[in-house]
Every structure is written in C-alpha cells, then in structure tokens.
C-alpha cells in the first residue's frame, strides 16, 4: 500500500489548484497565511485526538474543553489584565490538562468507556461554563491587551498562533516516533494483549493519552479565544466532528494502532482549506456541514478499503474490528 | 413481571438488579422533587412533562435495539432534523397531513437504510459512519432550511400535537407506551429478540450459527430511522415550525437514556423495561430541575454526571471490593 500521507498532500495542492482556476484571490501568499493562522486551532486539537484514538479511545469533549479553558482564561484577564501572555499560555495547558485528567481517571481507572465518559464530559464541560460565567458573553474590550494580541504577534516573521501550533505538533511527532512511551501508544492500539506481555501498562498509557488529548485542547482554548476575542457558553461547539473528521482524512483507523502526526497534519489543513475557500468559490456557507459530512463519509469508505485484506473470503477469520471506544480499557487477564 | 398477587418485595426480587435501581431512583427523584415544588405531583402537570421527553423516548427504543447489537447510532438527532425539514418542504407543496406524516417516516427509513447499508457495506464501527451521517444530515438540513424556518403545517397536524385522552393522557406518551410494549415483546419473547441478543454477545459465533447478522443490523438501523421518522412528525405536530437547529444535541440524550436504563454499551445485554424506567427517571429529573427553575444547560450538566455515574458507581463497587480482596491494587 503507499503511503497516504503524500498521496494526500498531493490532493490537497491539486484542491488550491482547482480553488486557484475559480478564485484567484484565494491561493495569493497573504491569505494562504490567513488560512495557515485559521487552522492552527485545528491542527493542535487533531494532534489531541491523535493520542485518544491511537490507543482506541476517542475524545469528544475536545470542543467543550476548549470553551471551558476559553472562558476561564477569558475571565481571569478581566480580573488580571497584568498578566503576560506567556503566563496565559500556561495556565490554559494546565487547565486543558486537568480537564483531560478527569477523563483520563473515568477512562483508565474507572473503566467507563471512553465515548460515553466523553460523551458525559462534554455537556458537563459546557454546563461549567454557563455556571462559570452566568451564561454571559466576554468580548474583546473586556479582555487584557496582551491576552488578545498574543495569537497575531509575530516572531521572526512567523504569527504565534502557527508557532505555537508547530511546537505542538514537532513534540507530539518526537514524543511518539523517538520516545518508548510513545511507541507504546501503537502498540496498545494495535494489539493490547500483546502490549501487556511486552510490559507496557495499558492504563498507564490510556491515563497519558486522555491527558495529553485535554492539553492540547487547553492550549488550543486559549488560541481561540484570544484570536476570536470572544468568550461564550457556545463556543466551539461542533468543532469536536471537524477534528475527528480530520482525523479520519489523515488515515487514523478507528480500532486504534493506526494514524500519524503528518496524517493528521495534512487532514486538518484539507478540512480548513474547504471551509475556508466556500465564500471565495461563491458556496453558500450553509452547506458546510453537509461538505464536511461527506467528506468524513469518503475518507471512512477509502480507509475501510485499504484496510480491507486482499482476496476474497466467504467467512471472515476474525471479527473484522473490535469495538472502538465502545469497551472499558481493561488490562487482559494473564 | 406477572407477579399474581406477590408482594411488592418479591416482584422488586425478581426484577433484573438494575431495574430494581432504577425504581428506587425513580421512587427518590419524585419524593424529592415533590418536596421541592408543591406543583410536581400534579396529574395533569406530570402527564404534560412527558412531552418534554416523548420524542427522544421513541427514538431511545430503536436505538436500545442497536446498542444490544454492539452497535450505536448518534445521527438520530440528525435524522430527526431532516425529516422534519421532508415535512415542511412537503406541506409547503400543498400536501395533506396524512400525506406530509407520511413523507416524514419515509426520510426516516430511508436516513436509517442509508445508515444500515454503510456500516453493513463498508465494514466499519457504526460509530464512524454515524458521525460522518451525523454531520452529513445536518447538513441537508441546514442548506434547505437556512436561516429560514418552515411554519405552515397542515390544521389537523397541530391539532394532533395538542390531541389528550381523557383530557390527561397527551396521544404522544400514548404512543410512546403501546410501542414500548410491542418493543418489550418482540425483543424479549420472541426469536428475533434473541437473535438480537446473539449478535451483541458475538456476532461471529451468531453468523456461523446461521444468523443473518447484516440482515439484522440493516433493519434495526432502519428501524431506527423509521421512529426518528415518527419522532419528527410528533416534534414537528407539537412545535408547528421547524428551524435548522430542530433537536439539536439531542442524541446525547437518547444515548444518555440507553445507557442508564442498563443496556451495556458493549452490546448483549439490556431490557425494554430499564429503558422505559431510565426515561421515566430522567423525565422526572428534568421536569423537577425545570420546576424549580434551574436553566437548561445545568440540567443538562446533572445528565451528564447522571450518565456517567451510572456506569462508574457500579465498576467502583467492583473495583473497591476486588481491592479489599487481594489486599492491594491491581
């Protein structure tokens, strides 16, 4: 099979192409870096999901998580308009991680499966928010100066917001391909009876993985609040399908083992790159989510069949996937 | 539970664990709930509740189905949208109500066809080919509906939404109760039913003994189209317009009902009457949080910790008593 991470980039040129034939104002440099500053949201939140679905778990209170730190941090420069940027920055990684952590715990210890223990978060997350902040709006002239300009400030030519996004996702590619504890992520997702003779712990890595996946959505809470300098009960919501459908484009399998950094890298961009050049190609935005939603449907169609074995088969040897997300993460019985 | 004159103990013996749970949940949400508002235990009042949560109710019986298949369907929500933008467009044509109900059910069956063929055909977790539909539904519906909204409904239509028996009984929880009956007896009495039951335990142990697993999942996924179908027309009979953000979210609920009336997320167990309990408990939950004036997305908030209590409480137990035994942690 070749590999898909090219195969899709190609893809994704030829799409500017054909964006650049009808619209030609859309593949000019300066609004490609406008759409490179929108999808770095995106991207950090896929390299999130990357860690949950890699070890069969999925993670759908990204979004919810993402409001939640927006609105605290919202809230917090009101109250503290002193603080640097940086301080921010931090803050929203701990609080996205600490929100992670919560699932982590439903999901690794407690054993609740990880789509419903998400499924949960997500509207409890959101709750939290309303009761947070009263179910009123924050908005841009009662945040601190350095916390909305932070995303578009640039360093060495480049907006912090794509610096950030890359630190993300550099880390994220090093953490999994150089470290054990990443290999490790593969191996639980590919075969975890298999992980557990090779002395790795299942719920170590599922804890990790949950964590890591509300970190990244924290750092991406604060991104998108400062960058929109809008803070409310709603935001984001619905974004949770966007990264999952990225996920699916970028060729992470679903049962877990399966998927890379540059995949869903690559995904992302494909996925903003549509919603983005709509207006510009004269598509109604109101079809978004209809796009959005066939796309997934293609990219699952084209994943199942390169999945699929060769040759054919009257009656399968195994069951051809395990239920994802759906089963508690046990540790197999030795 | 024929319980012929038994005593209440008994029939709560021969319960299922989970029910009897259930019923002493249920017997706490409303002691409570009657304490905290004087309004609650009012007959009419309790009978209008239920059609805060009769939609979902009927879309929550397929959906059980599914889930005990080892399967799960989070468009409903999605479906329900479109059918009832099927509706609108249908009754904006000039068509009678017998006739727009009628194109409501079939978008239902055919969004839930749709559903059962990709799964079937394509060999993937329903999960992913639901969130994929979930989004591609809404979608139709948010490019037809815009930011318009369809209000011109057949009379007869409106009417039925508002129709009671006995002035107390609103026709829709009627409804909800004469399917959930059907539902209970196919799945529990009859050989369909365990074959359900078969899939969800193993499905490849079900095929090899003869079993058209496709075949079934196929069908309940229409099935569950089909009362989507129905859930819309009643949605759509008692709001009388139709936005794009009609039942939006509403899937966590449905799935919130299954999984708290006891059917295992992992396919192969669960019953009809835990679904219907877990819907009677959280339509009281909710009527009561409503009473006392707590806003939506807090109420929604105690569901969420509701949901996912109810699968850790019981694991915890396990867990907390496995440690006793051996002394130390796993």
């Known amino acids: 099979m070749p590999r898909r991470e090219p195969a899709l980039a190609i893809l994704l040129v030829l799409l500017l192409v054909v964006i650049g034939l009808r619209a030609p104002a859309y593949v000019t440099a300066g609004n490609l870096v406008n759409v490179l500053i929108d999808s770095s949201v995106l991207c950090i939140l896929v390299v999130g999901q990357l860690f949950a679905l890699l070890i069969r778990g999925i993670d759908l209170s990204t979004a919810a998580n993402l409001a939640f730190v ?44 990880a789509i419903i223990c998400t499924l949960g978060t997500m509207v409890i997350y959101r709750g939290m928010i309303f009761l947070l902040s009263d179910g009123a709006w924050v908005s841009s002239h009662e945040m601190s100066q350095p916390f909305q300009t932070f995303p578009l400030e640039s360093w060495l030519g480049v907006p912090n917001i794509v610096l950030v996004a890359v630190l993300v996702a550099l880390s994220a590619w090093l953490f999994l391909r150089f470290t054990s504890t990443g290999r490790a992520f593969y191996a639980v997702g590919s075969s975890p009876l298999a992980a557990t003779f090779a002395g790795i712990s299942i719920r170590r890595t599922t804890l990790l993985g949950f964590i890591l996946s509300g970190l990244c959505s924290g750092i991406a809470g604060y991104l998108w609040t400062a960058r929109y300098a809008i803070a409310f009960t709603q935001a984001g919501q619905g974004l949770e399908f966007a990264v999952i459908a990225a996920c699916f484009i970028g060729g992470v399998a679903v049962s877990g083992g399966r998927g890379s950094i540059a995949g869903v890298l690559v995904g992302a961009l494909f996925i903003s790159v549509v919603q983005t050049a709509l207006p510009f190609v004269r598509v109604s935005p109101f079809v978004q989510t209809a796009i959005s939603g066939t796309i997934i449907l293609i990219a699952v169609a084209v994943n199942s069949r390169a999945e699929r074995p060769r040759g054919r088969q009257i009656l399968e040897v195994e069951e051809r996937r395990p239920a994802p997300a759906l089963m508690p993460i046990e540790e197999p019985s030795k | 539970m024929s319980g012929s004159g038994a005593s209440p103990l008994a029939i709560l013996r021969r319960l299922p664990a989970w029910e009897s749970v259930l019923i002493v949940l249920l017997a706490a949400v409303v002691i409570l709930n009657s304490q905290l508002s004087p309004y609650f235990l009012d007959v009419s009042n309790l009978f209008d509740s239920t059609l805060n949560f009769d939609e979902k109710a009927m879309i929550a019986l397929p959906l059980a189905l599914v889930i005990i298949t080892g399967q799960i369907d989070v468009s409903v929500a999605s479906i329900v949208s479109v059918c009832a933008v099927a509706m609108g467009l249908a009754s904006n044509a000039g068509a009678d109500g017998t006739l727009v109900v009628a194109v409501g059910l079939a978008t239902g069956l055919v969004a839930g066809l749709i559903n059962g063929l990709l799964v079937v055909g394509l060999g993937v977790h329903s999960i992913v080919v639901t969130i994929g539909t979930l989004s591609l539904y809404r979608g139709i519906t948010e490019a037809i509906v815009q ?79 089909l009362l989507c179908g129905l859930a819309a027309a009643f949605l759509v009979c008692r709001l009388g317009s139709v936005r794009q953000s009609i039942a939006e979210g509403s899937e966590l609920q449905v799935v919130t009902i299954v999984v708290l009336g006891g059917v295992s997320i992992a396919g192969g167990t669960g019953t009809i009457a835990g679904v219907v309990l877990s819907t009677l408990l959280i339509g009281a939950l909710t009527y009561g949080l409503n009473l006392v004036n707590i806003p939506g997305l807090v109420v929604d908030l105690c569901l969420g910790i509701l949901l996912i209590a109810s699968i850790s409480v019981p694991r915890a137990i396990r867990l907390i008593a496995l440690w006793r035994r051996i002394g130390q942690p796993t």
């Open chain 1, 70 to 113: 927006g609105m605290f941090l919202a809230l917090l420069s009101q109250a503290h308009p002193e603080l640097p940027a940086i301080a921010y920055l931090l803050l929203a990684a701990l609080a996205g991680l600490f929100l992670g952590a919560i699932n982590a715990v439903f999901i690794a210890i407690v054993g609740v499966p």
């Open chain 2, 147 to 225: 930011d318009g909204a369809f209000t011109k409904f057949p009379k007869p239509m409106l009417a039925l939404g508002r129709a009671y028996l006995f002035n107390v009984v609103p026709f829709e929880t009627l409804c909800w109760l004469v399917i959930a009956a059907i539902f209970a007896v196919v799945l529990h009495l009859t050989i369909a039913g365990r074959r359900i039951f078969a899939i969800g335990n193993n499905a490849q142990a079900a095929r090899y003994s003869g079993i058209a697993v496709d075949r079934y999942k196929v069908a309940l996924f229409a099935l569950t189209g």
